[in-house]
Nanobody, 121 residues
Framework: VQLQACGGGLVQAGGSLRLSCAVS????????MGWFRQAPGKEREFVAA???????AYADSVKGRFTISRDSAKNTVPLQMNSLKPEDTAVYYC????????????????WGQGTQVTVSS
């Protein structure tokens, strides 16, 4: 499966951005999808995931501020990010895997190219 992420940019603290991931597959419903991020000098970090049935999981650092969803008609996975903080600055990656979602990056075998999110203070 091919993943194409978009929607990153520069925003002030407290602002919002909406990332989207376009998923090229005929079997989108078989995939759990997620978002990870990586800031300079830091390890890759789990952000959010969604199962084929719509169940979701979030990192504690983004819970209540970010919302992941999936649009089966368009084969997309949006990530709505509100109340952004400077510590949210990172490259965000869309990921996918067959079966249940995971909080571990090594569980995902499909990765998008990443989109930069920069939050200024």
């Amino acid at each position: 499966v091919q993943l194409q992420a978009c929607g990153g940019g520069l925003v002030q603290a407290g602002g919002s951005l909406r990332l989207s991931c376009a998923v090229s597959t005929r079997t989108f419903s078989n995939y759990a999808m997620g978002w990870f991020r990586q800031a300079p000098g830091k390890e890759r970090e789990f952000v959010a995931a969604i199962s084929w049935s719509g169940g979701t999981a979030y990192a504690d650092s983004v819970k209540g501020r970010f919302t992941i969803s999936r649009d089966s008609a368009k084969n997309t996975v949006p990530l709505q990010m509100n109340s952004l903080k400077p510590e949210d600055t990172a490259v965000y990656y869309c990921v996918g895997k067959r079966g249940p979602y995971s909080r571990s990056w090594y569980s995902y075998d499909s990765w998008g190219q990443g989109t930069q999110v920069t939050v200024s203070s």
